[in-house]
């Protein structure tokens, strides 16, 4: 069956890095459009960023763009999100995220999701 497992999440302060790591199971990675979201305290989840299958578009919020970058590791069957410049507002649970259907030009809609990281930045 279809697994996510989201790493890497913690404590750092503002300006600090983290990389996030989400192991995939039960499915090809390469074939499937994937994807990072978070959820702040008392807030909505939102999209973060994503990647189509094959790696043909990749989506950014303006709220991280120019600092967090997605990539995969077909091979490994993972998705990193590489968070650097971390600001106080990117504190959130950081779910990873996919669809059913392979091929998927554009972010997963979410058929399947992660347990979740926590990401503190604080000083």
């Known amino acids: 069956q279809v697994q996510l497992v989201e790493s890497g999440g913690g404590l750092v302060q503002p300006g600090g890095s983290l990389r996030l790591s989400c192991a995939a199971s039960g499915f090809t990675l390469a074939y499937y459009a994937i994807g990072w979201f978070r959820q702040a305290p008392g807030k909505e989840r939102e999209g973060v960023s994503c990647t189509s299958s094959k790696n043909k578009m990749t989506y950014y919020a303006d709220s991280v763009k120019g600092r967090f970058t997605i990539f995969r590791d077909n091979a490994k069957s993972t998705v990193y999100l590489q968070m650097n410049s971390l600001k106080p507002e990117d504190t959130a649970v950081y779910y990873c995220?996919?669809?059913?259907?392979?091929?998927?030009?554009?972010?997963?809609?979410?058929?399947?999701w992660g347990q979740g990281t926590q990401v503190t930045v604080s000083s």
């Open positions: 995220a996919t669809d059913q259907a392979p091929y998927g030009s554009s972010c997963p809609s979410g058929d399947y």
